[in-house]
């Protein structure tokens, strides 16, 4: 027997005596449900299985609905047809043939070939003959020194070539003035011992660059460096003389 607030399986009426069979329910004969009740409303399904009851289409009603309910599960192929996987090729309609066919062909044997061939001999070439910039190497030219009288572009070569030479020494100044910092700050009390050899490093390039652009100022140049190592070099000389 139903509990009191169950709610019907047959009915679908709350409260009902007995919720679960069909025989002698109180509902079973009532005006609007019928005999036909079962089809209807059917029991509830067990618990973890979902149901869904299948109506059938009620009296009197229009072909088309009956129509509606007995339509198979698979619809027509032919009325719903399924697009193709890959774009259907488009046939030729005229046996005139197509001037841009002629004009790809032309554009690809007269311009693109030829560009493709050459570029490709090129890469081949510079692959196998390849460059570094950072390894560049400049070709040493003639000293002031050497220059003849008038020899304008000799001077302009002969100028270049020094200050690349003084930017060449004042790095290699730098590098040993950080070699030596970088010591001190490694040994610490100990730098006096340990470091020896790269503060005379220092003594002596710093000499070196000291003699040759000492004294030049900002507007230095190959002719003045040039006077100042000849005066340096006679003033060696007079006091070899001396000492002898």
Known sequence: ????????????????????????????????????????????????????????????????????????EDHDWEAYKVPPTRTPVSERTTSVPNPVDYFQTAFSNVLDAPVTFIRGWIERWQNSNKFYYYHQKFRRVPDLSQCLEGDYLCYYEAEAQWRRDRMVDQEIVEIVRERMAACKQREGPNQFQNCAKEMELLAQVTKAYQDRYGELGYHGNARTCLMKQKHRMMEERKAAQKNQ
């Open 1 to 72: 027997m139903g509990t009191v607030g169950t709610r019907c399986g047959l009915c679908r009426l709350t409260p009902c005596r007995d919720p679960l069979t069909e025989e002698g329910h109180p509902h079973y004969n009532s005006p609007g449900v019928g005999p036909g009740a079962a089809a209807i409303f059917p029991r509830p399904a067990p618990r973890g299985r979902r149901h869904v009851p299948v109506l059938p289409p009620p009296q009197g009603s229009p072909p088309s609905f009956a129509a509606a309910a007995a339509m198979p």
